[in-house]
Every structure is written in structure tokens, then in C-alpha cells.
T-cell receptor
Framework: DAKTTQPNSMESNEEEPVHLPCNHS???????IHWYRQLPSQGPEYVIH???SNVNNRMASLAIAEDRKSSTLILHRATLRDAAVYYC????????????????FGQGTILTVHP | NAGVTQTPKFRILKIGQSMTLQCAQD?????MYWYRQDPGMGLKLIYY???????DKGEVPNGYNVSRSTTEDFPLRLELAAPSQTSVYFC????????????FGEGSRLTVL
């Protein structure tokens, strides 16, 4: 099973960049790295995903290590609204059958942003 | 385009009652998921489906059943509700592409008393 490891919590100051790490040493060649976040009292929302190359969108950037065993979600200028739980996820396959479609979430990283 | 629609948004059940949480998506997604989230905890996968007629267990399937007779609908049935099933339930869907993004419903808050 492809698993991810993230720090339990991180803190940042408003307007500063935030680098959220994720380790996924058992990643397979076809696995995309997905990031989601969950704001307080809301459902999860998509942030960004990538396969090999670094990716940018309006919310964040994703830096993927050359060996793909780790990645970093970058929030360029944290705001108070970015305070959330951030999840890095991969497909949870390995059990055969339909496990290619299985997606599980770990505990994620709780990001606190200070004014 | 409604996306993923869950009903009901709130429900209170008595111990031993049964109910069905409805989930529908209008994006023609093959993959659908049910997660539960207990207070202060992460999301746990209950069941998932990779297409009509194909469902499989996730991490915490006990006490639940699902069916997928159409691409659009993926209902979650709770049999003999227990207080341990008090949680927020999220339905999600995505395409079958490896990079497909998960789209979530707004959640259904269930309390079992």
C-alpha cells in the first residue's frame, strides 16, 4: 500500500511562505500525489496534484523530489484563511481487486497561521 | 452543475434504527467514495466503488452497506445504528484517471442517541 507521512502540525505567520512536507517512499511510478485541505467545519477541498514535475496553480505550488519519494506543498504567502488540515494522499492499492481505486486519508498536518 | 449532492444534511437516529444516506453526482464519475469523520479526527474510508455494480470495503465498513446500481448514485445504508456511528459522513467522486480530483459533497451530520 502506498502510504504517506506528514508532520502532525506546523505553524506559520501571516504573509510568510509555508512549506508542508510529505514523505511517500513506497510510491509507484503511476501514482499521482494529491493534496487536499479541510478548513474548520467544512468538507475537504482539492488543492493541487502532480506526477513528476513541479506544479503551480492559484492556490499553491507542489514541489516533487526527483526520486518522487517526497513532496512539498508550498503556500507562497499564508493568510489566516489558510489555517486548515492539509492532507497528502496517494492511491492505497496493493490489496488486489479494485484497490486501484482506493483512496485513504492519513491524519494530515494541522496548519496554524498567526496574525 | 450540482456536483456531489448528499442528503440529508442532518439526522438524529435512535439506537437500533436504520437509515440511508443518499449521494448523487452529475459529473459521470466512475469512482465514488464514502468517508466518515469523527470529531477532531481524520477521514476514514467506509466503502468505495469503481463503477456501477462494483463496490468494495474501505477501512471501516462494519455496520454499513452500499450499493451502486447506477453511475450517478451511491447510497450508504446504516443498519442497527449505534452511538459509535455518530459522525459526519462525506461522499466524494472522481474520474478513473490516475490524476482525477476528488469532488466532495457538503457532508451529512448523523447523531445516534
Amino acid at each position: 500500500d502506498a502510504k504517506t507521512t506528514q508532520p502532525n502540525s506546523m505553524e506559520s505567520n501571516e504573509e510568510e511562505p509555508v512549506h508542508l512536507p510529505c514523505n511517500h517512499s513506497t510510491i509507484s511510478g503511476t501514482d499521482y500525489i494529491h493534496w487536499y485541505r479541510q478548513l474548520p467545519s467544512q468538507g475537504p477541498e482539492y488543492v493541487i496534484h502532480g506526477l513528476t514535475s513541479n506544479v503551480n496553480n492559484r492556490m499553491a505550488s507542489l514541489a516533487i523530489a526527483e526520486d518522487r519519494k517526497s513532496s512539498t506543498l508550498i503556500l507562497h504567502r499564508a493568510t489566516l484563511r489558510d489555517a486548515a488540515v492539509y492532507y497528502c494522499i496517494l492511491r492505497d492499492y496493493g490489496g488486489g481487486g479494485t484497490s486501484y481505486g482506493k483512496l485513504t486519508f492519513g491524519q494530515g498536518t494541522i496548519l496554524t497561521v498567526h496574525p | 452543475n450540482a456536483g456531489v449532492t448528499q442528503t440529508p444534511k442532518f439526522r438524529i437516529l435512535k439506537i437500533g434504527q436504520s437509515m440511508t444516506l443518499q449521494c448523487a453526482q452529475d459529473m459521470n464519475h466512475n469512482y465514488m467514495y464514502w468517508y466518515r469523520q469523527d470529531p477532531g479526527m481524520g477521514l476514514k474510508l467506509i466503502y468505495y466503488s469503481v463503477g456501477a455494480g462494483i463496490t468494495d470495503k474501505g477501512e471501516v465498513p462494519n455496520g454499513y452497506n452500499v450499493s451502486r446500481s447506477t453511475t450517478e448514485d451511491f447510497p450508504l445504508r446504516l443498519e442497527l445504528a449505534a452511538p459509535s456511528q455518530t459522525s459526519v459522513y462525506f461522499c466524494a467522486s472522481r474520474t478513473s484517471d490516475f490524476g482525477g480530483e476528488l469532488f466532495f459533497g457538503e457532508g451529512s451530520r448523523l447523531t445516534v442517541l
